[in-house]
């Protein structure tokens, strides 16, 4: 059975010699690997401790990346990957309303402009 952390367990693992990291609620031990990384030790040192999922699928790895990742994996994080927030009904809704304005404000500029075009 694989070891469950705390993030505050993770935040602790933060030196160059003990360096966790977190990636989709897995946690992963980097220390020996840093000084084989090909994008420099200083990006994964600036993730120690906390979750670098975002900053690792930003690089878009390769798959050898990502296999590397799994041999590197010490635990899973408490209480896993944190939950999306999910787009309500109510904030989609408002953000249709909000267009409204824009869409009145348009037509009344083609009514203007129509008006003005006709006049002459
Ligand atoms: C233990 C975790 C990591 C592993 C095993 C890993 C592995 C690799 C590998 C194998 C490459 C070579 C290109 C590829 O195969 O995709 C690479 C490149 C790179 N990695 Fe990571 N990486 C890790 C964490 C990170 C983190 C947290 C960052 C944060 C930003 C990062 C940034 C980069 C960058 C910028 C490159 C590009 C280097 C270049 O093309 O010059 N990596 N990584």
Excluded at 4 to 18: G, I, L, P, S
Excluded at 22 to 34: A, E, F, I, M, P
Excluded at 97 to 115: E, Q
């Amino acid at each position: 059975m694989s070891k469950v952390f705390t993030a505050e367990e993770v935040a602790q693992h933060n030196t160059r010699d003990d360096l966790y990291i977190v990636y989709k609620g897995k946690v992963y031990d980097c220390s020996q690997y840093l000084d084989e990384h090909p994008g420099g030790e200083e990006v994964i040192m600036d993730c120690a401790g906390t979750d670098a999922t975002e900053p690792f699928e930003d690089i878009g790895h390769s798959e050898d990346a990502h296999e590397i990742l799994a041999s590197l994996e010490v635990g899973e994080l408490k209480g896993g990957v944190p939950a999306k927030p999910v787009v309500s009904a109510a904030s989609s809704s408002s953000s249709d309303s909000s267009s409204l304005p824009l869409v009145a404000l348009a037509g009344l500029i083609l009514a203007v402009g129509a008006f003005l075009f006709l006049r002459t």
